[in-house]
């Protein structure tokens, strides 16, 4: 046979999984409709760059909080998907909101109509060939569930979170195939995560501040927290599996690739401490079913004690994830040297590397680290990867065209595409990516219109005013070319 007659295959495998991606608490609204309870996301303030939100026990109903409005994907989920059908996706990422499922979290039967909204949500997305990527739970959880029962510290919500797998592994059974047990969960580890993540609360009246110190008795309880989230995951993963042998579940991390500030031995030590803690501690409970070696010194050293049961290292041993996915938005670097370490950096990291740009939020912009990041995970974990978030947080506006040119934003997405082909030349097996806030959406982490990541934009602002129209972004037509032509035409 010449060569000729051989067809050139691309770099992207065929069946590669292109998309973006949502999460309800920050996307659809309808906060208190169709028999909603209370998330923990409803209880956060709106804040900014510079004024972080907080956390308030009593929701101020006369207070504007936009992420209670969001973009109305409630009520417009059609529109929506339409769009991303448009744009030629394969999967759609979002996140079910469980309070519209169980209220409460502790009730003995699912909310119906909530049940209901989601299935109209998958056979919208059958409709245009969309498989949709299911995040459990992604920094939400009933908010009873943490006033009556303490949240991620109690091991009943163990049980309550099971009960929820299994009502939508049931009801959503041949609609839904991929899975993630819950959005970052290495997040816990971080002073964030108490609230988002962990759901546990102090006794004091708020608003509460987001950022809780690392004091010891703080470290003790994310631990704790985080080790109960680590069993009822690996406990959904099987799940998982015996309700239906198709099911694909996968764990999900906030990617931190860190980086020695200098060659200097003592940096290097202390960049490993970091990717060991943040990158492998979860991971490799989730992927290999136990704990790394390091995190026993971790422990004593911090007078962490787990709560561990017996059974639970037969359940995580079990229960090991199909794939690994994660988010990617920065790099950041570790430097043993405390002056340097004061000089700040961003959220994930300490110290900011000289030799990149960042957004306008100061995330990092690094695309080469996603490729290296990439290595470092396939390398020690050999199973598929995801990529389900990344992208670029920037101030859009609406030209007097009538149009938005965001150029930037491809500029960022085509420099780490072009870097997720090169890792897949390097042989790590990548079989999705999924854009970050594909149809813009309230930031996570400010709690804001106006960090926005997505192709189309919606009308509305800070204030949740607007008529939330969509308009398709110059990144929109990009990015149906980049699916059309499989990656090959950036
Ligand atoms: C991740 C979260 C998302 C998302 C994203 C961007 O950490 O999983 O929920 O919001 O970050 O962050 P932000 O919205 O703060 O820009």
Redesign the pocket.
Known sequence: MSVSNIKKEGIFPNKFLWGG?T?AN?FEGGWNEGGKGESIADHMTGGSAISPRKFTKQIAHDEHYPSHEAVDFYSRYKEDIQLLGEMGFKIFRMSINWTRIYPNGDESVPNAQGLDFYKKVFLECKKYGIEPLVTIS??EMPFALSANYGGWLNRKCIEFYLKFCETIFTEFKGMVKYWITF??MN?MQYSFGEYLSGGFIPEEDGPLDLFIPDTKEALSKRYRALHNQLVASAKAVNLAHSLDPENKIGCML?SSCIYPMTCNPKDILEAQKMVQLRNYYCGDVLVRGEYPFFAERFWEENDINLSVEDEDFETLRTGTVDYFSF?Y?MSGCMSADPDILKSGGNVFASVNNPYLSASD?G?QIDPEGLRYYLNEIYGRYRIPIMIV?N?L?AYDKVDDDGEIHDQYRIDYLKAHIEQMAEAIKDGVDLIGYTA??CID??????GEMD?R?GFVYVDTDNDGSGSFTRIKKDSFHWYKKVIETNGEDL
Request: proline share 0%; with cysteine; hydrophobic share 35%.
């Open positions: 991606a999460a920050q992604h920094y959005n970052e997040c906030a988010s938005y939020w995330w978030e992208g947080g970050w806030g959406l309230i930031s996570a982490s400010t960090k990541y």
